[in-house]
């Protein structure tokens, strides 16, 4: 599903015009959806008292349908106008002056004071519908505005907000001072960026997106290059077996991982690989992990369904650079590689990691003290390259900002910029964790995912998920469709074990296990 910014809304808007669809005709049809949905989340509605603030934009027009339309329900509306009648713009008069030939009570509440005067009243409101402000808001609300909203919010009465809530930029999500808390969110044509990403997700509630006319041509521009994954963009990636495979059919991925002390990295990664789907759970059919040789017994008991390449070590039991000439020779055996958690940050074992990406030329996932290696050395990523964007790498948010030499706080506040200006710059595949995983290739598509918790952020739950990408890589996946099912599988496996024991006592192995449910409902499409 695309998703847009405030801007490519509005030209969507203008052009639907050009076309010949009257403003007054969508405006009509959005308010008829928020009323729709009204009606089928909140029935019976006769006799309900629903408050509805409106402001002097589009919204505020969006929101006197509403008025009306709920109006033939037989609910007691009143608008609060939060602006004088007449300084609304066109579209808005037109629907004002219907709602007054209707006898609905409108109150101009454009003074604080005004607004004070029926707080009592507002009170006893049922329900409260949120038409103050639109997408296209930068910065904090202010005055009468952010006075409403703070009030609104105070009364902890269901809400439901008119294509965004008031307060969230629609572009980015950030909230820079007061803003709408909505129950319910119904936005129109296409969701907006701000409604996905947080903060400004953590503000919408439910999203609805109603079709209110726009036309297909102008929605599905391949100009727009944010999209939403879905269940059904994974459910199509994963078609049934033919019977007549093998374990050959589905790859071989080599997972280079683990060191003394991070031993369980190692264990975590190979298992994602392994025990994902199907009879290896991920679906790859071969899992060969390279470690330190030291740990090759310890690992030989851990790893029953994987195996193992025992590697020349240094004398803190990490891999050493004698060990490069047998990685890149057993590297031909395998269709993928997996390289990074729980390598170490040793000087010696860094730059054995950056000589395997210089001369490797399989797809590979990089991630955790791989990631770290290429500080200061982001050229590597550009060496020996057969398809742009056959290398993923999986920075959390202090990570991407050591590669880019900021700050984590600046990486958090620009998402999806920064990820998308480093995949098209270096020509690989990030995957930016953390709260809506933001996905990017050098083609500048842009992919959110919606699954996962806070629970997740433990220790060993991200090599979880180098794991499945690997996998899938080393099934011969595109490999931003790998980056996008493990993602999201991985997401929807933390949401389902959290569900089960809770978000606070989350650990790796809890989301491992709900792998094969998480595989079982995309593949249902339920």
Not at 17 to 27: D, K, N, Q, R, Y
């Amino acid at each position: 599903m695309r998703v847009v910014t405030a801007e490519e809304m509005r030209e969507i808007d203008r052009k639907t015009i050009a076309s010949g669809i009257p403003s007054i005709e969508l405006m009509e049809n959005a308010g008829r959806a928020v009323a729709k949905a009204i009606k089928s989340h909140y029935r019976p509605l006769r006799g309900k008292e629903i408050s509805i603030f409106c402001g002097k934009g589009n919204n505020g027009g969006d929101g006197l349908v509403i008025a009306r339309l709920l109006a033939k329900e037989k609910a007691k509306i009143k608008i609060f106008l939060l602006t004088r009648k007449k300084e609304l713009k066109k579209d808005p008069k037109t629907n004002l002056r219907k709602a007054l030939k209707q006898k609905i009570e409108v109150i101009e509440t454009d003074t604080s004071q005004k607004l004070k005067k029926f707080r009592q009243e507002i009170k006893k409101s049922d329900l409260i519908v949120d038409a103050i402000l639109g997408t296209g808001i930068k910065g904090a609300p202010k005055g009468l505005e952010a006075k409403a909203i703070k009030f609104i919010n105070s009364l902890k009465k269901p809400m439901v907000s008119v294509d965004i809530p008031s307060g969230v930029e629609g572009s980015t999500g950030r909230v820079s001072g007061e803003a709408i808390r909505a129950d319910l969110t119904i936005t129109f044509g296409l969701p907006k960026i701000g409604l996905v990403v947080y903060p400004g997700a953590e503000y919408v509630g439910k999203l609805e997106v109603a079709h209110i006319g726009f036309p297909k041509r102008f929605l599905s521009d391949k100009e727009i290059k944010v999209y939403l994954v879905t269940k059904e963009d994974i459910s199509s990636y994963l078609k049934p077996r033919r019977p007549d495979t093998h374990k050959g059919t589905y790859g071989h991925l080599f997972v280079i991982a683990g060191s003394v002390g991070m031993t369980g990295a190692a264990t975590l990664t190979s298992q994602a690989a392994s025990l994902c789907f199907g009879a290896l759970r991920s679906g790859v059919g071969l899992v060969t992990l390279g470690i330190p040789e030291s740990l090759n017994e310890i690992m030989e008991v851990k790893l029953t369904e994987g195996m193992t390449l025992p590697l020349p070590e240094t004398k803190k039991k990490t891999l050493s650079l004698k060990a490069k000439e047998e990685i890149l020779k057993f590297s031909k055996k395998a269709d993928a590689l997996a390289l990074g958690p729980g390598l170490s940050a040793n000087k010696e074992t860094k730059q054995l990691i950056r000589n395997l990406i210089k001369k490797i030329s399989l797809p590979m996932v990089i991630d955790a003290d791989a990631l770290n290696a290429l500080v200061g050395h982001l050229s590597i990523l550009q060496s020996r390259i057969q398809h742009p964007g056959s290398r993923i790498i999986t920075p959390h948010p202090g990570e991407m900002a050591r590669l880019i030499g900021k700050k984590a706080k600046e990486v958090q506040e620009n998402r999806i910029k920064v990820a998308g200006d480093f995949a098209k710059k270096y020509k690989v595949i990030v995957v930016l964790k953390g709260a809506r995983t933001v996905i990017s290739d050098p083609k500048g598509n842009i992919c959110i995912n919606p699954t996962g918790n806070p629970g997740m952020a433990s220790a060993g739950v991200g090599d979880v998920l180098t794991g499945m990408i690997g996998s899938f890589l080393a099934q011969r996946r595109e490999p931003l469709e790998a980056a996008k099912m493990g993602v999201y599988l991985h997401g929807l496996a933390g949401d389902l074990a959290a569900q089960e024991k809770g978000e606070e006592p989350l650990i790796a192995s809890d989301v491992l296990e709900k792998l094969p449910q998480s595989f079982k409902q995309v593949k249902s499409n339920k």
